[in-house]
């Protein structure tokens, strides 16, 4: 299986906090790029964090400050640390290399801010 494997998501009130993950065992995280990305309703999808392979990270504007890129090399998996979550970060988030590839999107995590 070459697509991604996110996980993590869930309902969570405004405010609170969720971890993403991702994993894909064809590809070594170390060498690569990786970006999350999500797509609202009738939204397009959108970068939203990435980090490369030297742990160089870059953020939206709309998440910076909240949100945390990190990787763990020797479990080959991206995280994506998620804080004072609010109703416009409700998405479906997804993670590939940061330059995609169409073959390696996954189906994404639900992540839904509501009270």
């Known amino acids: 299986q070459v697509q991604f494997v996110e996980s993590g998501g869930g309902l969570v009130q405004p405010g609170g906090s969720l971890r993403l993950s991702c994993t894909n065992s064809?590809?070594?995280?170390?060498?690569?790029?990786m970006g999350w990305y999500r797509q609202a309703p009738g939204k397009s999808r959108e970068l939203v964090a990435a980090?490369?392979?030297?742990?160089?990270?870059d953020y939206a504007d709309s998440v910076l400050g909240r949100f945390t890129i990190s990787r763990d090399n020797a479990k080959n998996t991206v995280y994506l640390q998620m804080n004072s979550l609010k109703p416009e970060d409700t998405a479906v988030y997804y993670c590939?290399?940061?330059?995609?590839?169409?073959?390696?999107w996954g189906q994404g995590t639900q992540v839904t801010v509501s009270s």
């Open positions: 590939n290399l940061k330059v995609p590839i169409d073959n390696y």
């Open positions: 980090i490369s392979s030297g742990d160089r990270t």
């Open positions: 064809r590809i070594i995280f170390r060498r690569t790029t």
